[in-house]
């Protein structure tokens, strides 16, 4: 057991981080398992968004992520689902109708004062 201060709030931290981390592992985990039984879209986007939550929370590298993204990707296309609540991405001509915000002032330098 630790003696100094800022070690026992180590310890703390990470007792608390590891439950956290165990957590998120343990949700991500049942979510590709569970998407492994049986391949539909819901499963599908819940596998996806259990994935960006651990990357997000730093339990796994978004690498890794993308890697099994798009293993889950082609397992799904495969099973025949397709994802559902596809959002569709805004166009070219949205784009370019957004009014462009108006430019802020320069703020005024301060003067050096004179020395009396």
Known sequence: MPII????K???VATKAAVRNS?????????LKLF??????ATHSSAQSALDRAV???VMHKNKAARVKKQMAAAAKA???TKAAAKPKATAAKATTKKAAPKKAA?????AKKKA
């Open 107 to 111: 703020a005024k330098k301060p003067t």
């Open 5 to 8: 201060k800022s070690a026992k």
């Open 56 to 58: 997000k929370k730093g």
């Open 23 to 31: 957590k998120t592992k343990r949700a991500l985990k049942s979510a």
């Open 79 to 81: 099973a025949g689902s």
């Open 36 to 41: 492994t039984r049986k391949s539909d879209a």
């Open 10 to 12: 180590r310890v703390r």
